[in-house]
């Protein structure tokens, strides 16, 4: 083709159409009375349509609900039951050996919180419920230069001294988490209408904080100021979420109502965090949670916080900004923004 030609050519080319930006179809309506069941068993079909379909209910929840529950997510009950398990001999240990791993100790955010140790919602008092965080770790030996670059989050794990396997079946959950993890990303991709691969050059070594959690039940007359775990929304991306078969979790619509997030047995929830909203130019829905045991028996949940790379800038997601709808965040470092939500999170009890 001749220098002319192509001149020529690019005359007659018609005008670039404006691409339909999410960031201008996106029609909130959060008044929902239910939380979405959505079966992953499409993840992964090699039939672009059915991942598509996929996706897109799971856009529908993440821009109306900002929680949904998932099925087929892919960890075994034997893996659940591992972690539960440990989870109750860790918590059931004299107070003075959980103390011995506080996580005050420790340079970020890893070990034990004792109850009232942590107050998520600043308007309350502390939470009711005890917890054991932990971060990533292999669970082989690997040089420890893999981990260099996490930034703002870095720091090894604290683990009880004498709780054999309690390790083995922490991390066995957490590692079958940080699957389930990896396989939502590129949904959610799909679901802001960018490349299915968008996050995967972003989420190396994803962001991936996990709690084991312990609410003792509450009884008689419940200060609201002291419950469960404060209202508040979570940090990360998204957080996948076990919760034992005792109602506790409730979820806020737009219309100031709580929705209990009903126990369903085989699913997990997943909801969004602050992470999301701030990138995707609250497009996606971080949605207010609290939670109250009032059951009368012990309570357990297993929330795993799943973020980007510690080191991503927070730019907004290409298709959730447009002339109409400018960047409302200013861009941080998504380590940063964790860390600093954290520091608030435990200032209280330090
Ligand atoms: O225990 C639950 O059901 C919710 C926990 C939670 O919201 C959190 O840890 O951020
Ligand atoms: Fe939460």
Not at 75 to 99: H, N, Q, R, Y
Not at 167 to 174: G, S
Not at 262 to 283: E, K, M, S, Y
Request: aromatic letters at 10%; proline letters at 6%; a negative charge.
């Amino acid at each position: 083709m001749t220098q002319e030609t192509k001149k020529y050519n690019g005359d007659a080319q018609p005008e670039l159409e404006r691409p339909m930006l999410l960031a201008d179809t996106a029609r909130t309506d959060s008044t929902f009375e239910e939380i979405p069941i959505i079966d992953l068993k499409d993840a992964t079909s090699t039939d672009p349509q059915a991942r598509r379909a996929l996706a897109d209910k799971i856009r529908d929840a993440s821009i109306n609900v900002g929680f949904l529950y998932v099925k087929n997510h892919g960890i075994s009950d034997e893996v659940i039951e591992g972690a539960v398990k440990a989870a109750d001999t860790f918590f059931k240990l004299p107070l003075e050996t959980k103390m011995a791993l506080d996580i005050h100790k420790t340079s970020n955010f890893k070990g034990y919180t004792a109850l009232l140790g942590e107050n998520t919602d600043p308007e309350n008092r502390g939470d009711m419920h005890e917890g054991f965080d932990i971060g990533w770790e292999e669970m082989k030996a690997i040089p420890k230069d893999q981990r260099d670059g996490d930034g703002a989050m870095s720091g090894t794990n604290v683990w009880p001294a004498d709780l054999p396997g309690f390790r083995e079946a922490v991390l066995t959950y957490y590692h079958a988490g940080i699957r389930l993890g990896k396989l939502l990303f590129p949904l959610f991709a799909m679901a802001l209408d960018v490349p299915e691969h968008f996050f995967d050059d972003k989420t190396t070594k994803p962001a991936a904080i996990m709690r084991l959690l312990y609410y003792p039940p509450q009884t008689g007359v419940v200060d609201d100021r002291v419950i469960g775990i404060g209202a508040h929304t979570d940090y990360e991306c998204f957080t996948i979420l076990w919760q034992d078969q005792v109602q506790a979790l409730q979820v806020l619509n737009a219309n100031g109502k709580w929705i209990d997030a009903v126990p369903i047995p085989g699913t997990l929830v997943i909801n969004l965090g602050d992470q999301f909203a701030r990138w995707t130019n609250d497009v996606f829905k971080s949605t207010k949670h609290r939670a109250v045991n009032r059951s009368g028996v012990e309570r357990y949940s297993i929330p795993l916080f799943f973020g980007s790379d510690y080191d991503v800038q927070l730019h907004p997601i290409p298709s959730c900004v447009s002339e109409d709808n400018p960047p409302k965040y200013e861009v941080v470092t998504a380590g940063d923004y964790v860390k600093s939500r954290l520091e608030a999170t435990y200032a209280h009890s330090k």
